[in-house]
Each structure stands twice: as C-alpha cells, then as structure tokens.
C-alpha cells in the first residue's frame, strides 16, 4: 500500500536531515551563530568516507574515520574564526560562517580535491538485511540509515545528560554568560560541542552519500539549507524539536510530492515553511524564549 | 579607445554597484542583513522584459515599471523583517530567493525553464541601443542616481531613523520611531533600485533564465558591501568595483572566484569587519589622516 | 588584545589580496592547465598577412566551476583533444591551431563579457560554446552582431540559432531528440502507456515537447506527466505514483545523477518497467553509479559505443587514454564543434567569417566527428543527422537501434 510505504520513506529521508540539523542546532544553541559552514564538513565527511571505504572496503571504519576528521576540521574551523568572534556583534560570525561556506565549497570543488563529477559509494547496506513485510519493505540502505541514526543519537543524547561536558553545554546553552560565570569551561564546552556537531554531520554526509551511491562537492549544500528550516521549525537549540521538525518536513515534503507532485521543488516548499513559520511562531515549534 | 568588452565589464561593474549600493540601505543603514537581494534583481529583470516582451510597452515604462513593481513586492517580502530578526531574518530571505527562483522556474507566464528571450533593446527618440556608450552612461546614471539617493537617506531624517533602528529597535520605538514603517521603507526602496538594475542587465543581455538570479548571487552582493565598509556610502561601490572587475582581469581570480569571495570575507571578519574602507579600517583612518584639513572642526563617525 | 597586534599585517594582506587584481595588466590568454595544450606562441594581436607558423585562434568557454562544472570541464578535455587531434595532423591549411579559453561558470553576463574579450581581445576567427543554454544565448548575439561565426556545441535551446545566420548548432535539437524518443517507445518498444518525468530545465521541456508530439502522431497514451527539480535526489514519493498507474514504459529526461538515482530507486521500490532516457544519462557516470540498476536502460543519444566509424572509436580511445575516463555525450558534441570549425576553415581556405560560414552551411555527409555522421545543415542551421540509441548492457553503453529516417530527424 503506498501510503505506508510512503511513510516509511518519510522517516528514512527524516534520518537524512536528522543528523546534520542536530549538529547544527547544537553549534547554534551554545554559540547562537548561524553556522552555514556546516555544509562544508558535512561533504568532507562524505569525502572522507569514501577514501577509507575505497582503501579499506570497510563501511563502519569509513563512518568512524570520517566522523573522526569531519569533528576535528569542524573545531578547527572554529577555532580560526568564531573564537575570535565570540564578543563581536552578531552579523560578523553570520558574514563570515558565510565566507567559509563559499570558499570550502569551492575548493572542494577543484580538481586535486573532489573535483566536478560525482563519485560512487557503493557500501550497499554493509551487510545488514532487507526488512519486508505486507505494509512496506525497507531496502538494506534504509535500514542502515536508521540504524545508525537512532544509534548516534542515542549516544549523543547520553552524553548531553550524562557527562560533565555534555551538562556545561546545556548550562552554556541557556546563557553563555552565566555558565562561564559557575566555572563551566567555555573554551572547552565550544571545542567539544563543534567537534561532536560537526562529527554528526560527517556521519550524515557517509549516509547520504551510501544511500544515493554518490559524493561530490555541493552535495552539502541543499541538507544544510534544510537544516536551518529544521532547527527554526524545532525551536533552535532544541534535540527533541530537531527530531521531530526533521519527520515533519520529510512527512511534508513525500506526501506532498506522492499526491500533488512537484507544484514547486522541494527546497522552495521548505523554505516557503520556513517563511510561515518565521511570521507566525518564529520560536518554532518547541523552541522557548 | 575603449573596446566593446571593456565598456560590457564597465556596465556590468555599474549594474552591480547599484546592487551593492541597494542592498546597502537596507543591510548597511536599516541594519537588516538579507540573504535574498538577488530576488529583488531577478524581480526588476523579469517585470521589465515581461513588459516589453508581452506588452510591447517602451522602455522608460519598463524601466520604472521594473522599479515600482519590485519596490511594492519588496515592501511585501519585507514583511517577515517585523517578525523576526539577525539570523531568522537571514534565513527568511533566503528562503524568499528561493522562493522567487522556483516560481520563475515553474510558473510559464515567467517563461519558465526555457526563460525569456528576445528582450528588445532600449530605444530613445527612435534610436535603439544595446551597448556601447550610451547603454554604459545610462548604466551609471542610474548607479550615481542610487548613490544619490543612499546619500540623501544617510543625511536625512529616514536615515536618522534607520540609524536607530539598526542600533537598538527596542530604543528606537520606546522614542517613537515606527520600526515596522521603516523597516518597510528600507526594504522598499533597496529593492525598487535592485529591481532598476535588474531592468538594466535583462535589457542588455536581452535573454533571462532564472538560473541567475540564485541564492548564491546574493551571497556576491552581500560580499561586495561587506568587504568594501558596510554601511557607508563609499565602501560598495569599492567594494562592487573590485569583485566584478578582478575576475576579468585577473585569470586566477576567475578560476578560484568563489575560494577568494569567502576566504575575503572571512579574512575581513577577522580583522577589518568594517570593510576595507568602513569608518574605522586602517586604511581608511590613514587616507582621512593624510587628507585631514587644519582646524576644522570634524565629528569622527 | 589580538586586534591591535595583527591590525597591520592583516590589513596589508587583504588590500594585497583585494588589490592584486587591479595590478593585472591586460590578460594573456593561455590553454587551461590540464596536460594537452595547442602550442601557444605569445604573439600580439596580428595584422596583415600572418607568417606561417602564426596560430589560427578559435574561442571557447564552457563553465569549469560552479553547478554545470561537470560538463564543462568532459567539453573542455574533449574540444582541446580535437585541436590536438589537428595539430597533430599539420593543423589547419597550414597553421596550428589554438583553443582559447574562457569559464564561464554558466552565467550568461560571464559569456556576454567572455564572447566580447575572445572577439576583440583575442581576435579570434570563430567561437564555440560549450557551455549551457542560458550563457549560450547570452553569447550568440554578441557573436552575430561582431559577424563572427559561433557554433553551439551541445546547448539544447531552439532560440539559439535564430539569432543571426553566423550561429550554428552541433549537437541535435532537443525536440528532434525526444520525437525520436518518441518513435523509440510507440514503434522499437511498442508501448501503449508512457509516464513521463521531465526534469525542469529547458532541456527537459523541450525534450518532452518533442516526445509528446511524436507518441501523439503514434497513438501512445500517456498515463502521468510529472514535472520534477533538477538535482532532485528523492524519487520514491514519484515512484510510487508511477506503480499506481502502471505503464509500459517510463521516459525520464535527466542528467546523469538525477537519473542514477531514479533507476536505482526504482529497482529498490520494485518498479519493475522500461526506463527510456536521453543524453543527458549518456555518461560513464550513470552507469558507475547507478551500478546494476542501469541494466537494460534504453537512452536516445548521439553517441554511438558500437560505432564502426574511425573517428567515433577513435575518440573514444583517445579520450580515454588522455583523461582516463570514457567519453561521455557533451565531450562528443564539444569534439564536433572542434572538427566542424576546422573542416569550414580547411573547405574556406582562408579565416573570413562569411566564407565559414558558407563552408559550414555547405557541409555534407560530413564523417570527421565522434558523433553523426552529420548529413546536412537545414536553412536555420540546424545539423541533420541520425540519431543513435544506445543500451546498457554488462555494464556498458551498446548499440540498441538507429534512427535514420530523414523526416523524424529533422527540426520541424
């Protein structure tokens, strides 16, 4: 029945944008920046990921590898630019999360890096099994895709509650003043918070870049143009309202194609979303302010 | 003597300054940092050449149809701007370029994927020009006349209020000015003198899609007005100067365009978030300092 | 702190970063950076009577960066292949050739400016566009109006063409190409009922015009039409709509990715139906990543794998060898452009613009290009030639059937 199978596609594309918009709304909550250059290490992730798979053969090693380099590119792009910025008026970390954007981007795009053609992944599922039943089946990708989505957010939510660092990033999430003000480590709060964003979107990139069976340079441009919806939709700086904003617009986005089809492309719907959200409950949907 | 192609860059340069010069008012004065300014181009280029296309109507009409219509839909897309502000703003007008961008790609009456063609060029008193000088003295007519006018809000009293509202809204109200109004103003008058400059590029290109008027143009407007002094009437037009013409000129520019546009920006971030020639730049406190006059009383902005 | 120590240095480094390009003086125009160069003398502007060793300049832009880089770059490689191909051979009536080169990024103000700088900067004898439609049209008149010939290597859009008599077109009309598609589903595969997915560019409207006339004239029903976004990853919600109304076959019009993605998520949901497709899926690169779901694909193309012309196999070798990819269809087009140009200059015998034209405009079974052969130039210089369709079978691109009906290939 294609409503159920639309479904179950939903929640797959849903683990798509999870991951990159829960490292974006995490930078976002403690440094309260815009960080378009999310994008960036969401592709070197992919790209990396692709390396270690093509020399290794191994998916989880490529995952691990590429979450590893995308966390610590993502806490050096920190540390060469919004650590200065941490006191500036709010435009200049936007303006320049911007610069990075354009100018990772391009580079990528150049020929001694990924170059102009799009590159296959071909992990397949690695090795996990297809799930069938009479509603809907779930190709191995799919079933990869949530695996490990559930799973790092699992381990993510853990380190949120249950660590020292995860609880000075919550403190330094409600007001970044006062948490340095109780001794929580700011410097060390902002490393670790990019490192870990920045690691999920690298984690998202492997995915994405599987599940299509390609990888190339602008490939993080429209997930990380949809993370921002998402985190405006879920209330900025909020897991819970990542998730469920993430489900929200794939639920839209499939249902509205598999009945209307394609009135506008996806990213305009979203953003048209986005733009009456904006107007009518900026705060999104469990955001708090 | 000045051949075809350094007259064309000449107009092109002109064309963006005005944008740079546009996107000024509303980001450099009225504090509002868009995203989206290349929506208010491509709606001045689509009105005109619809304009002159379907309805055959002359150029002058075109033009200031361009200007007005995209000043009045400005004034609507400015809305969100009473919403919310810094970072949802600049996600709104993103996602307001996008949504510009699809609908003239979906929507046939825009001409849609195969776009427009055939755009005529202007004519005056029955004389037809598509280039050369006289298109470049128009062009930078209208570029002096967008100065103009970001001169006249800076002293002014429209300006004064813009200047507040940038600084602190919740000031600026609590002594009466109206922020929505002019917010509405700045986002009407910057996009009336895109849409101008959009007009001007359809008409001597004489074909559109909608492919150029995407999202990352805007991020090139912004860069220009950023990396030359925001907020300041000088610091875009250098700044529009130097990214549009550096790329023709130099190759390697032209090949890492993108690379340098960002490392710039960021770069200007980190040490001159003025600009280059903002108010407060090394370069422009020495310039100033060099040229200072004896005695007269200056007020350091 | 920090600001008061770097103010200086930071300062000087972006005004020299800012300002550098203003200290470029006027460019020399070289051959991009990539292995094969046509020699490149330095040589001013020439006057009157060229010595003998003095290059023969012919334009090209084509977008190296930005969204379209792909097919700018395959148009690159391909067309500076040609010229060596040339130059190798003694060149033309005597003097090498020399491609000069411009990106263009797709922007049709960046190839307005790039078409002025070849026609006065350069001084070259005729341009090439091997870039998309928009720039190319953005181009064309400033070719026409300077009365210098410009061929089209592979920009799909009708208007092209029609704006001067020194514009011509290389590559097959998009409308051509979907009646052909067309033909290629009532009468090769003979369906009944088509769902039909256009990408939402020119290229893909005007391919599907085409093929709608076509299956029209042949009785064909078409049971979904569905306009999609170009770049779209996500084809399921679409997929299953098409399952729902149960078609013979499927024509998608698509670039490589698009369509990688549309064959695979078809095999995974279970769409078990004929896919048809067009040059845009005519690159290695669909099949790699497509993988096993590109099998059994049938594509409309210029492109022939199986060709036994000369000139086909040996482009294909020699790209291969060259740039270590296969060939794909925009690099075949940009190589055509190439010989077509040189076979005007060599029929002309001189650089004059008219008599280009008048050579290119008098061709005739023309056997020099990767693609074709090209049969004639109809009035509106548009090339008609038979079009080709090509299978994938073992993971490679095979003949599948021809199309050499004079009236079905020619531009109505």
Known sequence: MPFMQNLSNAVVLAGTYILMAAGLTMVYGVLKVLHIAHAAVYTIGAFIGLLVFTWAGNFWLALAVAMLVSGIVGVLIYRCTYHYMLDAPRTVPLIASIGLFVMLTDLLQKGFLMGPYQKALPAGGAGLPRIQTSWFSLTPKQVLILVVTVALLAVVYLILTRTRIGLGWQAAAMDRDMAAAVGVNLNRVIAFNFFLGSALAGA?????????????????????????????????????????????????????????GYVLPRDAIAFLVLILMLMFRPHGLLGQE | MFS???????????????????????????????????????????????????????????????????????????????????????????????????????????????????????????????????????VWAFATFTWLVSWYVSKTWVGLAFHTVRIDEEAAAAVG?????????????????????????????????????????????LSMVIFGGVGTLRGPVLGAIILKAAPELLRFVQDYRFTIYGALLVLMMLFQPMGLIGDDSLLWRSLTHLFRREGVGEVDS | MRKSLFHPLAVITIVLLGLVPLAGCGPTPTAAPIPTEAPAPTSPPTEAAPAVEEPIKIGFFSPTTGFAAADGTSALNAAQLAVKFINDAGGVNGQPLELVYYDDAAKPDQAASIARKLIEQDQVVAGISGSYS??????????????????????????????????????????????????????????KKVAILTIDNDFGVSLTEGFKSRAGELGVEIVMEEKYPLGETEFRPIIGKIKEVAPDVVYATAYYNEAANLVSQAKDEGLDVQIVGQEGYDSPKFIELAGEASEGVVITTDLNRDSERPMTKLFLEQYKAEYGEDADMVGASAFDAVQVLAYALKTAGSTDPGAITTAISGLEDFEDCASGPFWYYTEEREVVRPVSSQIVRDGAFHLYHEFTDEELVTAK
């Open chain 2, 4 to 138: 075809g192609y350094i007259i064309s860059v000449a107009i092109f340069v002109g064309i963006w300054v005005t944008l740079a010069l546009s996107l000024n008012i509303l980001t450099g004065y009225a504090g509002q940092v868009s995203l989206g300014h290349a929506a208010f181009f491509g709606i001045g280029a689509y009105t005109s050449a619809i304009l002159s296309l379907k309805y055959g109507l002359p150029f002058w009409v075109d033009f200031l149809g361009a200007i007005i219509v995209t000043g009045l839909i400005g004034m609507v897309l400015g809305l969100p701007s009473l919403r919310v502000r810094h970072d949802f703003l600049v996600l709104a007008t993103m996602g307001i370029n996008f949504v510009v961008v699809a609908v003239f790609k979906y929507v046939d009456f825009f001409g849609g994927a195969m776009g427009l063609i055939n755009i005529p060029a202007p004519s005056i008193l029955g004389y037809s020009f598509r280039g050369g000088f006289p298109y470049l003295a128009l």
């Open chain 3, 134 to 191: 928009g720039a190319t049209r953005a181009a064309a008149p400033v070719f026409q109006e300077a009365g210098i010939p410009m061929i089209s290597a592979y920009a799909i859009h009708p208007e092209i063409t029609a704006t001067g008599d020194k514009i011509f077109r290389v590559g097959t009309l998009a409308a051509v190409q979907g009646r052909v598609g067309g033909e290629l589903v009532g009468v090769v595969l003979g369906a």
């Open chain 1, 204 to 260: 998202a990139g492997v995915l994405v870049g599987v599940y299509n069976n390609s990888v190339f340079a602008t490939m993080g441009d429209l997930p990380s143009y949809k993370a921002f919806i998402i985190i405006v939709l879920g209330g900025m700086g909020s897991l819970p309202g990542t998730i469920i904003a993430s489900l929200l617009l794939a639920l839209v986005e499939n249902f509205l194609v598999a009945s209307v």
């Open chain 2, 177 to 221: 000015v109206s922020v929505p109004r002019f917010k509405i103003y700045a986002f009407a008058i910057s996009s009336a003198l895109a849409g101008g400059a959009g007009c001007l590029y359809g008409h001597f290109i004489g074909s559109l899609f909608p492919d150029t008027f995407v999202f990352v143009e805007s991020i090139v407007v």
